[in-house]
């Protein structure tokens, strides 16, 4: 079956290749076998296809990168090594970050950028850093009572919208939120209007305090801006999900708290004002599950060092 998808996929049928797709979602390592026979092929996207490949296909992938034959293909390639997290891709991409590999001058960002295609960075102390959980829960959503003391958004004096209210001591929470080294209450409360225009940070405390960062910097093409109502629903803990990477980004149920997150657009995990470094993920709220006819999805980020969190946005 997984080799009819394939032939499917190489004949550039869009339906074999969402088909791969959710398997490598639900049980990426039920690809493992056949990664080489897909590389033969050239299907090329999209790369977390390649998430559990092993050292034979990640080698391939380095050496044809190496032999420089296929420049137009490096961002694929390099998004599949990314996604691969494997030691020979990580050690590959910190040898190109200082010896380019032909076609480099045509990327928008550094090679070892790559690596937040796959949840992962190489931090100041060149050490490797996972920005995402390996266990994820679903989010479901339930109604929530605006707080009496609810503060409002400085730029367009909306009711701040708690994205997420949570606490290590739930065993998920815990689980879900064990990368971030987060322990104690967590609560993220954002713009759901103007996050969807810019990352809006927050600072936070194990307490359960918030509070809009006041570096947050407003877009100048936003204009005078009327309150909306934020969504009445937030969101809390329920099943355990089966793979890490279920989060989806456009299906109602798509909600996730821990595991990888389902971007529409390119990866985009904020830096931290605090340090600069890349913020670990916490989750994903998609728009289908607030709202009927919802689009996008937020995302939710944390720093626990510099404590800061943020909300970002993306949509099709
Ligand atoms: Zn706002
Ligand atoms: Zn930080």
Redesign the pocket.
């Known amino acids: 079956m997984i080799e009819e998808l394939i032939d499917r996929a190489a004949a550039e049928d869009d339906s074999a290749i969402e088909e791969l797709t959710v398997i490598a979602d639900s049980d990426p390592e039920k690809l493992a076998p056949y990664l080489g026979s897909l590389l033969d092929r050239d299907v090329l996207w999209p790369g977390k296809l390649y998430r559990a490949a092993d050292a034979d296909v990640v080698r391939r992938v380095v050496e044809r990168i190496d032999g420089g034959g296929t420049p137009d293909r490096l961002n694929h390639l390099l998004i599949i090594l990314a996604h691969t997290a494997h030691p020979l891709a990580e050690s590959a991409m910190r040898r190109w970050s200082t010896h380019p590999p032909a076609g480099a001058d045509k990327l928008y960002v550094g090679v070892l950028d790559y690596a937040r295609e796959g949840g992962w960075t190489v931090g100041p102390d060149g050490r490797r850093r996972d920005l995402c959980g390996g266990t994820a829960y679903l989010w479901m959503m339930r109604e929530a009572p605006r707080r009496a003391d609810g503060g409002?958004?400085?730029?367009?004096?909306?009711p701040?919208w708690i994205a997420a209210e949570l606490d290590t001591a739930d065993p998920a929470v815990g689980a879900a939120l064990a990368h971030t080294g987060w322990s104690g209450r967590l609560v993220i409360e954002t713009?759901?209007?103007?996050?969807c225009y810019a990352t809006?940070y927050s600072q936070v405390t194990p307490a359960g305090t918030t509070a809009w960062w006041a570096g947050n910097t407003r877009p100048d093409y936003l204009g005078s801006?009327e309150?909306?109502d934020p969504p009445s629903l937030t969101p809390i803990p329920g099943a355990v999900r089966h793979s890490p990477y279920q989060a989806s980004a456009w299906d109602r149920g798509g909600s996730t708290m821990g595991g990888r997150p389902d971007w529409i657009q390119d990866a985009e995990h904020p830096d931290c004002p605090g340090c600069g470094q890349p913020m670990d993920y916490v989750g994903l709220i998609g728009g289908a599950d607030l709202d009927e006819y919802g689009e996008g999805a937020y995302y939710l980020h944390l720093h626990q060092p510099c404590g800061f969190a943020a909300v970002n946005y993306q949509q099709s």
């Open positions: 409002t958004c400085p730029w367009c004096t909306s701040l713009c759901h209007f103007c996050a809006l801006l309150a909306e």
